[in-house]
């Protein structure tokens, strides 16, 4: 495992981001809080565009990219191949053992220690789903045989195991929580309208009221999505915010053109527009991470078991010879792939094992339909 050091993230115990790494050739790496690793039962993970044999997005790349949303100009083979792949490392099995997936959750899968992966149709709300048993048991009831999402909503929570929730991004903020107590996780997709209709304060409400769970069992991530560094918003967003949340002030910063030219000249770029039309102010930029840490906080999750993993999907990796290290709907103009976030109980093994004993995939156990 190699450890990446990131001076944005916070959370308990330095609990600095960790890049993880299964397979041959190009690698499936995946952004995961090394703090979290010390509860063996849970599984988690963020995905980069690193380890997929998806090459619509990055044309001229020796390597493809993780794409791993069904997206109009991908494959859908690639799509299925990259998400069959990223299973297999967020379970912990060697990619090239992991032969079947739950992308056809409605097939027997009984030879795969893959976990069922469960998604969404996310629409921007503040929707949320609990996954039960007897969902797992209708697989249909969640997703259609080639793998798609049936049901629609932003955030979904279950204590079933085996059962790992999805949730997909290409600048939006993903969160994932969990209650390590009673072991059950949820996992929230949370743009601006997610944030605004307050998707994780709300969601965490639900946890409480469907689990018991305590705030002081939560742990939360809020993932890798665009930062205050790159996410421009309009004025109304702001308004929006200002109507919602005492704090919103804190969430939005000023941020002016640099343009050396413009700096050096600046009598040539005042002349040129009538009044009220200028492009010379300010951009008003969002900070989602802040959003969430801050509903993550009002839920009651003490601050120091919040991990923000604080790499922005719009400018990290750009220029290093890695490159783009995330999807960007923003910085790629909407010509891009997605990225997941996932989480989930690990299968219960043959026999109940305390938490701290090193866990075994029990063959036949997590996608068999039980
Ligand atoms: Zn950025």
Redesign the pocket.
Known sequence: MKRQKDAGATGEGNDLPCSVGLGHGRRVDMVRAPGWLRYAWLRHGFSTRAGGVSTIYDSGASVGSLNLGWTQQDDPANVAENRRRFMAAIAGVPTQTATASCSKPSAPCSLSPVPCLVTLRQFHSGTVHHVEAEDRAQPARLQTADGRAVLRGDGMMTGVPGVFLGIQTADCVPVLVADVRRRAVAAFHAGWRGTLARIVERGIGTMRLRYGSRPQDLVAIVGPS??P??YAVGEEVRHEFESQFAYARELFSEVYDSDPVREKYPLLFLTARAPGHSNLGPQIHLNLWEANRRQLLDAGIPARRITVIGE?A??AGVGAASGRKYFSHRAESGFTGRMMAVIGVAAAPAKAVKPTTPERWRLGGPCAVR
Do not use: D, F, T
Request: charged share 0%; glycine share 14%.
């Open positions: 665009i930062g560094c790159c922005c719009a400018c």
